[in-house]
T-cell receptor
């Protein structure tokens, strides 16, 4: 199965700073690379995703970049705000599998 | 968010008792999943279903069984609950052509 690692496990930033979370995976057949955000006490929600034929995707202050050769993808959040404080999960999958494998999560804390 | 519900939302039970959690979707999606979420472990797949009466095991299936007799309902059963099954359980549906996961609101289960 897919081995997935997320780094860092905790990230503390000041409001307005940028934050980057990295996800490495093992299955070279993976072709779908999403990021989920989970606020305290709530369900995880998809915030951005990328397919394997695209190297970067942006949506306002968030972006995802993909390096298929090195088998990692990253979540970038610019101009962080306190409401960005949450746990973020990556969950790569593909290659004919219907099962995403979730990373252990990164707790992002944005200090006002 | 009305497309997927879970019941009950909270449950406290005793060791050795059977417990059934229900996931209900209104959107006729083929793939449904059960995850458990524990601190430090992220989201781990218990079982998944790829159609009515078609189910398969996930990473942490021991002690759990599932059933799917209708497209809209996916049931998770703990035959004899143990304290190690205290967790938050999320149901999810695959909403698109890739493995996008849309999660239910979760069930918090405590086994005493």
């Amino acid at each position: 199965g897919e081995n997935v690692e997320q780094h860092p496990s905790t990230l503390s930033v000041q409001e307005g700073d940028s934050a980057v979370i990295k996800c490495t995976y093992s299955d070279s057949a993976s072709n779908y690379f999403p990021w989920y955000k989970q606020e305290l006490g709530k369900r995880p929600q998809l915030i951005i995703d990328i397919r394997s034929n695209v190297g970067e995707k942006k949506d306002q202050r968030i972006a995802v970049t993909l390096n298929k050769t090195a088998k990692h993808f990253s979540l970038h959040i610019t101009e962080t705000q306190p409401e960005d404080s949450a746990v973020y999960f990556c969950a790569p999958s593909g290659g004919g599998s219907y099962i995403p494998t979730f990373g252990r999560g990164t707790s992002l804390i944005v200090h006002p | 968010d009305a497309g997927i519900t879970q019941s009950p939302r909270h449950k406290v039970t005793e060791t050795g008792t059977p417990v059934t959690l229900r996931c209900h979707q209104t959107e006729n999606h083929r793939y449904m999943y059960w995850y458990r979420q524990d601190p430090g472990h992220g989201l781990r797949l218990i079982h998944y279903s790829y159609g009515v009466k078609d189910t398969d095991k996930g990473e942490v299936s021991d002690g759990y069984s599932v059933s799917r007799s209708k497209t809209e309902d996916f049931l998770l059963t703990l035959e004899s609950a143990t304290s190690s099954q205290t967790s938050v359980y999320f149901c999810a549906i695959r909403t698109g052509g890739y493995n996008e996961q849309f999660f239910g609101p979760g069930t918090r289960l405590t086994v005493l």
